[in-house]
Structures are given as structure tokens and as C-alpha cells.
């Protein structure tokens, strides 16, 4: 049975800039880690990001919704992947806090300027 776990992150920035934050980050992510995984996909219908990660053996799904003021991220981990569960929650959180602090520089983001005193 999978074990789910439920990441939120909110935010100042609205749907757009965040979900421009978030897909940046899932790109970055992609690459960074493509000698990792055997597969990697992000779909995105609407503000909802449909990620699925396969590697050594078992595969990983996340919905990521992009909300005006949170972002959430619930992922299914497969049983044999559930003892690792607070170790990926502290790592996806800590991504999606990076992503959409105020002051990060994403290229697609008129409020990047901004900078955080």
C-alpha cells in the first residue's frame, strides 16, 4: 500500500509567478538529477503539475497545485519506499520554500527584481 505524503508552502505571489517558480524548479530538478532516475515526466493541466519519477525498481507520484497564496505537493511513495517518507517531506519542502522565497531569480518572474530586506 502507499504511504502519501502532504507538503503546503505558502505564499505572496499569486498563481503565476508561482507556478512559473515551481515549474523552473521541476525542470532544474530534472536535470540535476537525470543520471538518477531511469524516468522522469511533468504534466501540467492547468495549475496542477503531474510529476512521476521511476528509479532502482519503484516509481513515485506527486500533484503539485499551484494555489494563489500555498502551493501543495501530495506524493504517493510506494511501501517499500515509505521508511524514507520524512526524509523526501523535509527535501520537498525545502525545494518548494527555495522556489518561492521572495528575492529568487527566475527568468520568467517581473516580481524577481524584488529583493527580501
Known sequence: M?????VTVPHNLGVEA???RVAEQLT???RDYVNMVAHSEVTWAGDVATVRVSALGQSVTAQVAVLNDL?????????LLA??????????SRNADEALRIGHASKD???AARKTP
Open 2 to 6: 502507499p504511504n502519501a505524503i502532504t
Open 18 to 20: 508561482a507556478k512559473a
Open 28 to 30: 532544474k530538478m530534472q
Open 71 to 79: 502551493l501543495r505537493v501530495d506524493i504517493q511513495l510506494p511501501w
Open 83 to 92: 521508511a524514507l517518507s520524512g526524509t523526501v517531506q523535509q527535501i520537498i
Open 109 to 111: 518572474d517581473p516580481t
